[in-house]
């Protein structure tokens, strides 16, 4: 079963840096994509960016320059690096996985696992 717990949320200042983690269970030995969406109420979950099998990674056009996604197998855990921080990325984040036969979802109605979200506040 795959399991996925969020954290490393909490507040910054704009311009600020903050890393949040996503410790992973039971993709150690399957092609999954991993995945980092927001969500803030009222509005759809969007992605943020994702991280194939192969390494491939992809971000919305939001946080391009400014996020990095990436993953420490041996920890078993994935990561999203945010720097440069504006008040409009408040949200709460989720980690995600899916199993994939080419390239990763970039919908969430597409992804089957999910973590419970780490809340990411913004002042300006």
């Known amino acids: 079963q795959v399991h996925l717990v969020e954290s490393g949320g909490g507040s910054v200042q704009a311009g600020g840096s903050l890393s949040v983690s996503c410790a992973a269970s039971?993709?150690?030995?399957?092609?999954?994509?991993m995945a980092w969406f927001r969500q803030t109420p009222g509005k759809e979950r969007e992605r943020v960016a994702t991280l194939d099998s192969r390494w491939s990674k992809n971000y919305a056009e939001s946080v391009k320059g400014r996020f990095t996604i990436s993953k420490d197998n041996a920890k078993n855990t994935l990561y999203l690096q945010m720097n440069s921080l504006k008040p409009e990325d408040t949200a709460m984040y989720y980690c995600a996985a899916h199993p994939v036969d080419n390239f990763c979802p970039v919908g969430f109605r597409d992804y089957w696992y999910w973590g419970q979200g780490t809340q990411v506040t913004v002042s300006s």
């Open positions: 039971g993709v150690g030995h399957s092609s999954y994509c």
